[in-house]
C-alpha cells in the first residue's frame, strides 16, 4: 500500500523563526511531489511542487527531495502568523497519477 | 488563472434526499477529481475523470454517483446518503495529472 508519512504536529514557531516540515514516501515509483496549505474551513491550496532532486525555491518557500532517501521537506522561512494552517505532503503515483496525501502537519506561528 | 468553483458551498439533505454537487473549471484541464475530506483528515480521492472519462473510483458506494458533462464540469450525484457521508466535497482538476488545483469545496451535512 503506497504511503505518505508526516512528522506529527503540531508544530509551533516564534515569528521570524524556520519552519521545518518534513515527509517521507513508501512508493519509490513516485516522481512528482507537493506541497498544500488548507486553512481550517477552506480547500486545499498548491504552494509547492517538485520533480526533480535538490531544492526548489519559491519567496519564503523551499522545498527539498531526496529520491534515495525518499524524502520530501518543505522549509518556510520567515515565518508569520499567517503561514498558521495544516501544510499537506502528496506523492503522485498510480495509473492515473493520482496524489497519496499524508495526514498533514499543522503549523502554528506565534506573534 | 486555476480558479475551480464548485457549488454549492453549503448543502444540508436529508437521508432520502437527491442532491448534486457542481464543479466547473474553464483553464482547459484535462483531468478533474473528486474528493471526501472529513475533518483532521487528509482529502481521499474518489473519483477520476481524465478526457471526461472515468479512469479512476475507489471503491466508492453506488449512492455517489459522478458524471463528466463535458471538459469544463463534473457532477457528484447523492441519493440516499448515511450521517457518516457528512464531510466537505472537494473537486480537483489539473492539466496534466500533475499539479492539481481545488475548488474550494462544498460542505454536506446529512441529517
Known amino acids: 500500500q503506497k504511503e505518505v508519512e508526516q512528522n506529527s504536529g503540531p508544530l509551533s514557531v516564534p515569528e521570524g523563526a524556520i519552519a521545518s516540515l518534513n515527509c517521507t514516501y513508501s512508493?519509490?515509483?513516485?516522481?512528482?511531489f507537493f506541497w498544500y496549505r488548507q486553512y481550517s474551513g477552506k480547500s486545499p491550496e498548491l504552494i509547492m511542487s517538485?520533480?526533480?532532486?535538490g531544492d526548489k525555491e519559491d519567496g519564503r518557500f523551499t522545498a527539498q527531495l531526496n529520491k534515495a532517501s525518499q524524502y520530501v521537506s518543505l522549509l518556510i522561512r520567515d515565518s508569520q502568523p499567517s503561514d498558521s494552517a495544516t501544510y499537506l505532503c502528496?506523492?503522485?503515483?498510480?495509473?492515473?497519477?493520482?496524489?497519496?496525501f499524508g495526514s498533514g502537519t499543522q503549523l502554528t506561528v506565534l506573534p | 488563472d486555476t480558479e475551480v468553483t464548485q457549488t454549492p458551498k453549503h448543502l444540508v439533505m436529508g437521508m432520502t434526499n437527491k442532491k448534486s454537487l457542481k464543479c466547473e473549471q474553464h483553464?482547459?484541464?484535462?483531468?478533474m477529481y473528486w474528493y471526501k475530506q472529513k475533518a483532521k483528515k487528509p482529502p481521499e480521492l474518489m473519483f477520476v475523470?481524465?478526457?471526461?472519462?472515468?479512469?479512476i473510483n475507489e471503491s466508492v458506494p453506488s449512492r455517489f454517483s459522478p458524471e463528466c458533462p463535458n471538459s469544463s464540469l463534473l457532477n457528484l450525484h447523492l441519493h440516499a446518503l448515511q450521517p457518516e457521508d457528512s464531510a466537505l466535497y472537494l473537486c480537483?482538476?489539473?492539466?496534466?495529472?500533475?499539479?492539481?488545483?481545488f475548488g474550494p469545496g462544498t460542505r454536506l451535512t446529512v441529517t
Open positions: 480537483a482538476s489539473s492539466p496534466d495529472h500533475y499539479e492539481q488545483y
Open positions: 512508493d519509490r515509483g513516485s516522481q512528482s
Open positions: 517538485i520533480y526533480s532532486n
Open positions: 502528496a506523492a503522485e503515483s498510480g495509473s492515473a497519477r493520482q496524489l497519496t
Open positions: 483553464m482547459g484541464h484535462r483531468a
Open positions: 475523470y481524465s478526457y471526461e472519462k472515468l479512469s
